[in-house]
């Protein structure tokens, strides 16, 4: 049955144009189409509601001085209402600067045909609001685009849509593995030239050092550091295979992973420090042709660079690789696992902290190594997320020119990934007989 209430109110909506331009009096027909005839004296004629503040209205102020409504039905209505009108306003809230991060709804650049998100667009900078589409059995969209999603697919206490969709995009995952595969070739190779470059011991003895020269040398600690990054990459990777958008996160693995390492490629060419310790023997490999130099940065690349596969290099120094994998792997595991999972993220930071000492006790690295190695990765993990979840850069040419990485991957992510876990595999045949 046709709601003519309903219509009633689109019809105003469309008459009455952008809300962002809304006088008080149109924010007050607003509120009398939906049915709040009563509140009009106190917020349009009181307070002076107009429509940038209509777009920007949360609970909390309907609940706080100075309006302090104590009714809690008629404030879940106003609310419900408000975010109906901000689902329908995208651009005008994008304008504004109202984010999700602020406490509103997250309004994003994905269509949904009955589940299926369909991307218009969002890499060219359009900005399509989050609406469910009806299909037709010819392929044609309705032309009703204005259905807003129910107010109650919004969960407040995450700050997201509910059931969200988001699109696994293998292929872009495909292509952050070939880039963090080239990005090992590059940085065997880099630490092959660098070993040939390593200073003489005896002219240039290990740099001063307030750590190293304090604590003595531990002979296993190097191996326990890198034993604390397997135990890591395990629990990594039980949570991306429980991970709903493992896909996602797993490039943003692979993209900021290898970020870092071309980072420090760069630096261990740029300048090749003395070695940290007496006790490694690097002498300089300056006998090695050609293909003597493929073949070691293959046995490098193939054994990871870990001293457990029998790797030992020398010269990669200026910051430690150890410390970036043992540092990204913790923050990845931290970040896409519930808060409530208080184990696992205090058994994650206590691997991290713990390789980074035994790093550090193993004589392996300088303590500046470790430091800008932790800070380096930090900050990149937290920028690269803060960009990703704001959507503050992304459709923005600034973005596209110095981070044209991160501009490629995240343009169709809307938002925050949000936390949920499946099982990856179907069930077998025999197992669904049994339990349905």
């Known amino acids: 049955m046709l709601d003519f209430s309903a219509v009633l109110r689109e019809m105003a909506l469309q008459v009455d144009g952008d809300v962002s331009s809304w006088s008080v009096q149109q924010v007050g027909r607003w509120l009398e189409a939906e049915g709040f005839p009563d509140y009009v004296p106190m917020l349009c004629d009181q307070h002076r509601l107009d429509g940038q503040s209509l777009l920007s209205l949360r609970e909390d102020d309907l609940r706080k001085p100075p309006l302090q409504m104590t009714v809690l039905g008629d404030i879940k209505r106003i609310i419900m209402a408000v975010h109906r009108l901000q689902s329908k306003n995208p651009s005008a809230m994008q304008d504004l600067g109202l984010t999700h991060s602020d406490g509103y709804p997250s309004l994003g650049t994905t269509t949904q045909c009955h589940g299926r998100p369909q991307h218009r667009g969002a890499c060219e900078g359009t900005v399509v609001s989050r609406l469910q589409v009806p299909c037709q059995a010819n392929g044609h969209h309705h032309h009703h685009h204005h259905h807003s999603p129910s107010p109650e697919a919004w969960d407040l206490s995450n700050g997201q849509w509910k059931d969200e969709e988001l699109d696994p995009e293998y292929w872009k995952t495909a292509l952050s593995v070939v880039y963090f595969v080239f990005v090992c070739g590059v940085t065997a190779f880099v630490m092959v030239i660098v070993h040939e470059r390593v200073p003489d011991m005896r002219t240039y003895p290990p740099l001063p050092d307030i750590f190293l ?56 060419l740029i300048t090749s420090l003395s070695v940290p310790g007496l006790h490694l023997q690097c002498s300089a490999k300056v006998d090695l042709d050609n293909w003597g130099k493929v073949q070691r940065a293959l046995t490098i690349w193939s054994g990871m660079g870990m001293t457990l596969t029998g790797v030992h290099t020398c010269g990669d120094y200026m910051f430690s690789g150890h410390t970036v994998v043992l540092t990204m792997l913790n923050f990845f595991i931290t970040e896409y696992t519930p808060r409530g999972w208080y184990f696992v993220h205090t058994v994650s930071w206590v691997l991290n902290l713990f390789g980074i000492f035994f790093i550090l006790a193993a004589h392996e690295h300088y303590s500046i190594d470790v430091f800008v190695a932790f800070y380096l990765t930090t900050r990149l993990f937290l920028y690269y997320h803060t960009l990703a979840n704001t959507r503050a850069y992304q459709r923005s040419r600034r973005a596209r020119v110095w981070f044209p990485l991160f501009s490629f991957f995240e343009c169709n992510v809307d938002g925050p990934v949000p936390n949920r876990f499946c099982w990856p595999f179907s069930r077998p045949h025999l197992l669904k007989i049994i339990i349905g």
């Open 213 to 268: 020269d304090s604590v003595p040398r531990i002979p296993w600690a190097f191996a326990m550091a890198e034993a604390c990054g397997l135990t890591l990459c395990t629990m990594w990777i039980l949570v991306l295979l429980l991970h709903k958008h493992r896909s996602i996160l797993f490039r943003r693995l692979c993209s900021l992973v290898g970020t870092v390492f071309l980072l420090r490629c760069v630096t261990m």
